[in-house]
């Protein structure tokens, strides 16, 4: 059994269910702190609530271990940040007698590990805590400087995980070069795709004014519903920008329609309807406000509207650290990654805020959030390694 494995056992079997961290925080600081990383713990959220934040850095280095690169005191550069980003709360198992072994016992069948978390991201985590562990002991003052983010609120509301530890960091004007997010984002095989960016999120809640009344006169009521239709088909055929290299373009759907009292014989007096934008970065959260209203404002509507930003979308073009991962990829796999901004959103929305250059990397996501989560045993030495290849290859920058 290889540190990977064992450290990822380890994970799953605390039942962390979200805000849960059921202690994978104490295992991680502990080998962290071993290493001489600085460990502080950031507890957030109500008493029914409670979040475990985990805020980690190593600062081993010294302007004398750059002796070929500084000659004096007054010369020295301090190294750039790597984070380290993650959760170690994980979704409900959903049925337990559905689940083929218990889920948070480490199973394996036929070279596959099973357990809650095991690829959303309890696999990643530990990964990144050995590659750390092998890159100092070759490496004891690195020309770069390490730190992890964990936290266990990935997974439900997410306002009192990553977005609390971000603001505090920003409070102390800690700089953050470099960060990678170890959700599982490759679809076929180990190393196929990496995220380097996602779309932002806005949700609204509409509420169409009407009157109610009885059908069989409806000169004496006003149908919601009906007032609301024109706009509807407008808003769907509406193109909200045409995407760009990176992204798709932004998109507008209706998740959820409510009208009605239940009787077939009443026109209802209010209409409401909830709906979201997956927005590029072509649309601001302002300019898709400000355009959504104008089309209920041409068709006179009566109504009022609530609105949840729920994260800004964010992009990582080619540069160091995606040339990093990529050509770490390459020498671990053969494969050539692909870039993506696909899918939905992330803590990296978070930590994107404060950090120039982030990217998403983790094991096959197939089996995320559902019964018999897994991932391949094969695959959790070369994650390792290709975290490895990240931290030397910035080192050497």
């Known amino acids: 059994m290889t540190k990977t494995l064992r450290l990822t056992e380890q994970l799953i079997s605390r039942q962390s269910i979200t805000p849960e961290d059921a ?24 008493d029914n609530f409670r979040v475990t934040n985990l805020w980690a850095k190593f600062k081993g280095f010294s302007p004398s271990a750059l002796s070929g690169r500084a000659q004096h005191a007054t010369d020295f550069i301090a190294p750039k940040t790597l984070v380290f980003a993650g959760h170690t ?26 357990g809650r978390g095991a690829a959303d991201m309890k696999t990643s985590i530990a990964a990144m805590v050995v590659a750390v562990e092998e890159f100092l002991a070759a490496n004891p003052q690195p020309n770069l400087s390490i730190a992890f983010l964990i936290t266990s609120d990935e997974e439900g509301p997410s306002v009192d995980g990553t977005v609390v530890v971000c603001n505090k960091l920003k409070e102390r004007g800690e700089v953050l070069d470099y960060c990678i997010v170890g959700e599982p984002t490759c679809v076929e095989r180990l190393g196929d795709m990496i995220k380097n960016g996602r779309r932002g999120t806005l949700s609204g809640k509409l509420s ?6 009885h059908i069989a006169y409806p000169h004496l009521a006003d149908n919601p519903i ?28 209706v998740s959820n329609v409510h009208g009605g009292t239940g009787a077939s014989n009443v026109i209802p007096g209010e209409l409401v309807v909830d709906f979201n934008f997956r927005y590029c970065t072509e649309s601001t959260a302002d300019s898709l406000k400000a355009r ?5 404002k041409k068709h006179r509507l009566d109504y009022s509207l609530q609105w949840t930003l729920g994260g800004l979308p964010f ?26 901004t696909t899918g939905g959103t992330s803590d990296g929305r978070f930590i994107a805020s404060i950090c120039p250059q982030l990217i998403e990397f983790g094991p096959i996501n197939a089996s995320i959030h559902k019964i018999d989560e897994h991932v391949l045993v094969s695959s959790l030495d070369p994650l390792k390694n290709i975290y490895k290849g990240v931290l030397e290859r910035l080192a050497a920058l």
């Open 226 to 253: 009906h007032r609301f239709a024109p706009a509807l088909a407008e808003l769907v055929a509406t193109e909200w920008d045409s995407g760009n290299a990176f992204f798709p373009a932004t998109s507008w759907q």
């Open 292 to 296: 959504f209203e104008a089309v209920l």
């Open 315 to 340: 992009l990582t073009t080619p540069g160091e650290l995606v040339q990093a991962i990529s050509q770490s990829i390459q020498t671990e796999t053969g494969v050539n990654t692909e870039l993506s």
């Open 89 to 114: 709360d994980v979704v409900p198992t959903g049925p337990l007698t559905q689940w083929t072994s218990p889920p948070f016992t480490p199973s394996h069948r036929d070279g596959v590990l099973y």
């Open 208 to 213: 169409i004014k009407g009157v109610q009344g």
């Open 23 to 46: 202690g994978c925080q104490d295992i991680i600081a502990a080998r962290l702190q071993a290493l001489g990383f600085e460990c502080e713990t950031i507890v957030s959220g109500p």
